[in-house]
């Protein structure tokens, strides 16, 4: 197995996402060591009920994000694909957030840094808590001869809601979002 | 230093438009606990020696948004809202699940006050320290679905003017009013999330009479600090573990009961409680799974139950009908008590009671209510402007649910919920109908009967008639456990959800609040307190109707005649065993032969102000 292969990637299935959000309290009881919705990594969107969207990196291939930061705060972790966030570096000025097709990082709500999932360091929590719960809504990916085309692209929430909440509300939908 | 309350309550005059921030004392919350016992303690405090002169849905109401201290940390978020109930006139502690609880709370605050009236319609917005009062007039008279879709934007909008660098803002919270609540329906709930409604009590008319909207959070900050880090976690991972095993409320949530309550237990109530048995395969669980559940498991804040499920109707009269499950309690409200046995018929009703903001419970046992007096030829397709409630007719209940929303015609009247329009209808026709009326004390009947004596009801017949939530199924009374759910309402969480048993929630509270409080300690004394200022408050009554607990604590005529079909055909609890089960409870409760609390049971329990009012009643 060459290093490639263990490059993890978290496979999310917005079908079977109950909304619990157990994700988002174990992401920031792994990270920050409490129960905080809003610094945690993955961060499930309800722009309309029943439409939840756990969003969070996909690891694009180019890196928009850490190729535009102006202060060199973003690096990618060779083993994981995750991309890493220098805090000290990091000035919070919103780049990589416009960068990123999906808007999928922001600011942490309490410090001046932008947070970024790190999977964990391989071994994601939001992952293992929503197979617990028996949701299967996340679940990780290794990446291999064929592991890219698993792999979604990076769109923002809005994108996302629009086409799931035409699959399960059909052309009422128009109405809802 | 308190831990797992974020320490600070809202204040909130709209009349003036003062928002203050009130600091919790440590003595109150160890007493009162939060949720239901706080607003408890909130409400005697402001409103307990005027209590009969306050209109519930004067300006003079408090309206009280509480969580407690275990919300947030506990699976599946819940709040607890109250203030003098316009249906019974008393104190409901009415929960509804959600994520707004964690928002306030991540916000900083642990609930809000609200009283007062605002001069036009508004919505209260709260981003961390930053509240503010907002114009609502562009979003008054819109339907649940539209409510929440007109905020979510406005402020997302808002939130990324604020704070351009932050990323793409998550929708806020919102606690919100349909228009059955903007038009002072005694039936109306407090809302989340389209479906999920504060039901009992008629908070969503408490909201409505003050020309507030919505109440709408997003917090930035954690949830507050617990006592013992570890202790908590070690409690939650056992939470979770149990929670997860549950088998029934996560595959079909409470929708299996939509068949079995009616064919096993012979307890549903069917075209208002004329019967209460059916063979109605047809509305089993697995036949609204399959034929119109889109999302199977959807859950509320932290809750691996996800007891919820969507169910969206595709084609037909009733397309685009969206409503979630619809779980036990509507299927029976808004489908066999009406008459109702087919999935999409139920689906569409419950739709349109969640759109226009009608407690599913409450405002469909109105309708079932006038169904029958349609039935008898005691109200007309003329009362109802045209529309022809027949039993079984989905389309004209939906039109019925919006006419008594916008409280035109004969809805004018059933807008007051069925005891109230009853009385008036009695008048207004000359003939006796408060014989149809299924209610305790004002307040709509939950749908587990007790006359087959086979479910959890049923087992002591004066369950409800004694319950300080007079008619509310989740704290039916019994003499052996009558504080009923005071503790999951004060500590706010869910009580389907949460199924580990009591040593391990004790040990969670302690582990978050580092407080001592055991079993012994609630039902002898926190619990029993609660209790007694609600009975109080429900004796005193006001200002238009008050109870008698000898006329009053007891049921309705309809539950003392015999049950006409099913295994349990011909039964019916004895109205003069009922009495006797009543004068033991009483005594139980510490309340003297007419009911009332004695001085001796209030001061026991360091209520000697209440004691001083009650002195009214007594004589």
Request: contains cysteine; hydrophobic residues 35%.
């Amino acid at each position: 197995m060459s290093e490639k292969t263990q490059i993890v990637w978290i496979d999310r299935d917005y079908m079977k996402c109950s909304g619990c959000r157990m994700c988002e309290i174990a992401c920031s009881m792994h990270h920050e060591g409490k129960i905080w919705p809003e610094a945690s990594r993955i961060r499930v969107f309800m722009l309309v009920p029943g439409v939840e969207i756990p969003h969070l990196c996909v690891q694009c291939n180019d890196y928009p994000c850490v190729n535009s930061c102006p202060s060199e705060a973003l690096s990618v972790n060779e083993k994981t694909g995750a991309v890493v966030v220098n805090e000290e570096k990091c000035t919070a000025c919103g780049v990589c957030i416009r960068k990123c097709p999906g808007n999928i990082p922001h600011l942490h709500p309490n410090r001046k840094y932008v947070v970024i999932c790190d999977l964990c360091g391989g071994d994601p929590e939001c992952v293992k808590i929503c197979q617990k719960a028996g949701f299967y809504a996340l679940k990780t990916v290794t990446l291999g001869r064929r592991g890219d085309t698993e792999r979604l692209v990076s769109r923002t929430p809005e994108e996302i809601t629009e086409d799931l909440a035409f699959n399960l509300y059909g052309e009422k939908a128009k109405e809802l979002i | 230093m308190m831990r797992g309350y974020a320490g600070k309550i809202l204040d909130i005059d709209l009349s003036s438009g003062n928002i203050k921030t009130i600091k919790l004392e440590e003595e109150i919350l160890r007493e009162y606990i939060g949720g239901r016992g706080l607003a408890v303690k909130i409400l005697w405090d402001r409103l307990g020696k005027k209590w009969e002169t306050v209109d519930p849905l004067g300006p003079e109401n408090v309206l009280t948004i509480l969580t407690g201290p275990i919300t947030g940390y506990i699976p599946g978020g819940r709040i607890c809202v109250s203030g003098k109930s316009p249906l019974c006139n008393g104190i409901i502690g009415s929960t509804v699940g959600g994520e707004f609880p964690v928002e306030l709370k991540c916000s900083g605050y642990d609930g809000l006050i609200i009283t007062g009236k605002s001069e036009n319609p508004v919505y209260l917005f709260i981003n961390d320290d930053h509240v503010e009062i907002r114009d609502a007039d562009k979003i008054w008279g819109s339907d649940g679905k539209q409510t929440i879709r007109k905020i979510t934007r406005e402020v997302r909008e808002l939130l990324s003017k604020n704070e351009p660098n932050y990323g793409k803002w998550k929708e806020p919270a919102l606690l919100y009013i349909g228009p059955a609540g903007e038009t002072l329906n005694r039936t109306a709930a407090v809302m989340q999330k389209w479906t999920h409604a504060a039901g009992y009590g008629g908070y969503g008319a408490v909201m409505g009479s003050k020309n507030l909207k919505a109440v709408v959070a997003k917090g930035t900050g954690p949830l507050p600090d617990v006592y013992d880090e570890e202790g908590m976690k070690s409690c939650l991972e056992k939470i979770i573990e149990d929670t997860i095993k549950s088998g029934t409320p996560s595959l079909w949530g409470t929708a299996s009961g939509g068949y079995n309550v009616g064919y096993g237990v012979s307890a549903e109530p069917i075209r208002n409680w004329q019967e209460e048995w059916h063979d109605e395969k047809s509305i089993g669980a697995d036949k609204f799974a399959w034929r119109l559940w889109v999302k199977r498991y959807w859950a509320d804040y932290g809750c691996p139950t996800a007891c919820l499920k969507i169910a969206v109707i595709k084609s037909g009269p009733f397309k685009g009908a969206i409503t979630d499950n619809p779980d036990y309690e509507l299927i029976a409200y808004c489908g066999t008590n009406l008459g109702i046995f087919d999935p999409e018929g139920i689906v569409y009703v419950s739709s349109v009671v969640d759109d226009v903001g009608l407690s599913g419970i409450n405002g469909a046992n109105v309708m079932g209510f006038a169904a029958e007096l349609y039935q008898r030829g005691i109200l007309t397709k003329e009362d109802f402007g045209g529309i022809e409630p027949k039993w079984g007719d989905a389309e004209a209940f939906g039109k019925l649910a919006w006419l008594i929303a916008k409280r035109e015609k004969i809805g004018d009247v059933l807008a007051e919920g069925t005891y109230r329009a009853a009385l008036k209808i009695s008048e207004m026709k000359g003939v006796d109908v408060l014989k149809y009326a299924v209610q305790f004390k004002g307040m709509e009947v939950g749908a587990h009967g007790i006359r087959s004596g086979l479910d959890y009801t049923g087992r002591w017949p004066m369950c409800y008639a004694c319950s300080t939530q007079p008619g509310d199924h989740t704290s039916v009374a019994f003499p052996e456990r009558p504080e009923g759910m005071s503790l999951p309402d004060s500590l706010v969480y869910c009580a389907i959800s949460y199924r580990a048993g009591q040593d391990l929630l004790y040990e969670f509270y302690r582990a978050i609040t580092g407080w001592e409080l055991t079993p012994e300690l609630w039902v002898k004394k926190l619990g029993r307190r609660i209790l007694q200022i609600q009975r109080a408050v429900l004796l005193l009554g006001g200002p238009d109707l008050t109870w008698d607990p000898l006329k009053d604590d007891d049921n309705p005529p309809r539950w003392y005649e015999p049950l006409p079909s099913g295994p349990k055909k011909g039964s019916a609890p004895s109205r003069e065993e009922c009495l006797k089960m009543r004068s033991e409870f009483y005594k139980t409760m510490g309340w003297d032969e007419r009911g009332i609390p004695t001085s001796k049971e209030l001061k026991s329990l360091g209520l000697d102000d209440v004691d001083k009012v009650l002195e009214k009643i007594r004589k």
